[in-house]
Every structure is written in C-alpha cells, then in structure tokens.
C-alpha cells in the first residue's frame, strides 16, 4: 500500500455528528487525494491537496473539509454526517514524477 | 460526471481463457490507467498509457488505446482464480504541475472460475 495508511478503517455514526478520517503516509509525497466509492458510481475525488496548507475541491466536495498541517497526514472531515455520505472512503497519494496514484486500504463508514 | 466507461460491467470466465474489458471515455487526456481492486481492498496500478501510444504489454496484460474513438481495452491472456477482481479504467489530465487528476470508471467485475 506505498506506505499509506487510513484511520479508522471502519466507523458507525450517527447522523449530525462530525467524522474526521485520516490518511497516513510515510513517504514524503506533495500530492494526496481522497476519495469516495459507491456502486454504480465508481470512484469519485472529493478533494486533494498539492502541499502543506495547500488544498483545492474535487467533483464531489459538498458536505466535506479537508486540511493537511503536516506532509504526512491528510483529514477528512464531515462537519456534520448524513446518511449520503455512508461511503468506503480511500487516500492516495502520486508518487513523485509517476502520474499513477497509490491507494490506501479504505475506510468504511456507515451513517445511520 | 465520469469520463471513463468501462463494459461489460461484469464477466465471468474459466481459467485459461482470455479477458477483455473495454473503457471509452469523452474528452482529451493525457493518459489512459488501468487499475485492479481485489474485495475490500484498495486499488492497484496496473499499467499506463500515454496519449501518443497505441498498445502496451505489461507481463499478462495488453492495452489498446485509440484516441480517434476515445476507448481503450485490457486484454489479460492466460487468466488465473486469482485474476478474479475489479478493474478500473482511469482517465489523466494534467490540472497544473505536476499534478493529474484521475477520473475513473465505474468498473468491470471479472470473476475467473478454475
């Protein structure tokens, strides 16, 4: 898993209340991605980030704030959960000069 | 909205045989990615292939790309039990930098049977 981890790697919440997931690397990498997949729709970025403090939206942001303090961790948050966004949620980050991304093992989250 | 479309959206094989699984996608890219997903995994990158180049060979796997239909295939030869996953056709485009943005596919489930 290119030296990726996620946390937690499943969570049960209830609606309304705020979820923060993190992504863990070890590698030094610029670039960081999260993500979402559902059936039938495939994966689908929600955001990314380019640098420390560095963040911009993906195709599916709404309801999601990310922030990245440090080179090795990227978080997820849901301010407030719904049950839309019971998703597997996964990181990934680009390796160096490579345009291929390496994932992290997903995260399960189930809003009830 | 997805770029990459992959068909057929499931298929089942014997082991021995051989796969295909085709991505069409809309717009210009700079690269075409296939990845695989094994049940409750993250995904796997499988083998690239830039916009100017046709066809690529990556051990089992061969990829077909022609930008004048704006599909790409992933054949694998030989398929194997532990072939069995989902694949993924991603698309590339640059969005500055060195940064690229992936839009992928909603999957082809292959299932090999031994």
């Known amino acids: 898993d290119a030296g990726i981890t996620q946390s937690p790697r499943h969570k049960v919440t209830e609606t309304g209340t705020p979820v923060t997931l993190r992504c863990h690397q070890t590698e030094n990498h610029r670039y960081m991605y999260w993500y979402r997949q559902d059936p039938g729709h495939g994966l689908r970025l929600i955001h990314y980030?380019?640098?420390?403090?560095?963040?911009d939206k993906g195709e599916v942001s709404d309801g999601y704030s990310v922030s990245r303090s440090k080179t090795e961790d990227f978080l997820l948050t849901l301010e407030s959960a719904t049950s839309s966004q019971t998703s597997v949620y996964f990181c990934?980050?680009?390796?160096?000069?490579?345009?291929?991304?390496?994932f992290g093992p997903g995260t399960r989250l189930l809003v009830l | 909205s997805q770029q990459g479309e992959e068909d057929p959206q499931a298929l089942s094989i014997q082991e021995g045989e051989n796969a295909t699984m085709n991505c069409s996608y809309k717009?210009?890219?700079?690269?075409l990615q296939w990845y695989r997903q094994n049940s409750g995994r993250g995904l796997v990158h499988l083998i690239l292939i830039r916009s100017n180049e046709r066809e690529k060979h990556s051990g089992r796997l061969r990829v077909t790309l022609d930008t004048s239909k704006k599909s790409s295939s992933l054949l694998i030869t030989a398929s194997r039990a532990a072939d069995t996953a989902s694949y993924f056709c991603a698309t590339a485009r640059n969005s500055g930098g060195s940064n690229y943005k992936l839009t992928f596919g909603k999957g082809t489930l292959l299932t090999v049977n031994p």
């Open positions: 980030s380019y640098g420390v403090k560095d963040t």
């Open positions: 717009t210009s890219i700079n690269n």
């Open positions: 990934a980050i680009k390796g160096g000069q490579q345009e291929t991304q390496y």
